[in-house]
């Protein structure tokens, strides 16, 4: 018997697209607490939030990729990334599903020529529903994550 290869995924919902994130990144959901404005060099975040002490840059995905969106309740994603932990504003999580890795499918060419979509590694269908695969390393540009070094 092989073992097939799978992968925890948190799906969540920005506007109408549904958008994955690799569940080892993922170390909490929590529900938005006071969120502290920041300067305005610090464009796609929408300021810092505070965890178990700990400052948390908190970034906009819907601001950066340019997409209005009108939930009235958000949540934070906290995740891990380069031995810092950053903050995604979504507009609700979804579900956590496993999958096996041969589900994923490299992002299309095609999609790629929108400005955005290099911030995604894959692609799945999960049922009917079709969900791009965050890349975390690519989202946080370096221009951002030396934002994220200083606010930390």
């Known amino acids: 018997m092989t ?29 938005i607490p006071q969120l502290f404005p920041l300067e305005e060099k610090y464009n796609f975040f929408d300021g810092i939030i505070d ?43 979804e579900a956590v599903v496993e999958v096996p890795l041969s589900a994923l499918d490299n992002f299309p060419d095609f999609i790629k020529l929108r400005s955005y979509a290099d911030n995604f590694w894959a692609i799945m269908k999960l049922k009917d529903k079709i969900i791009l695969l965050l890349d975390t390393d690519v989202v946080i540009n370096e221009k951002e994550k030396i934002l994220i070094k200083e606010i930390s």
């Open 51 to 93: 965890f178990h002490g700990k400052k948390i840059p908190v970034l906009s995905l819907a601001k950066k990729w340019g997409v209005s969106s009108n939930a009235r309740e958000k949540q934070i994603i906290i995740a891990k990334r380069d031995n810092s932990l950053i903050g995604f504003l979504i507009d609700s999580s």
């Open 3 to 31: 073992d097939i290869k799978k992968i925890e995924i948190l799906i969540f919902k920005i506007k109408n697209y549904l958008i994955g994130i690799d569940g080892e990144e993922v170390v909490e959901i929590v529900n």
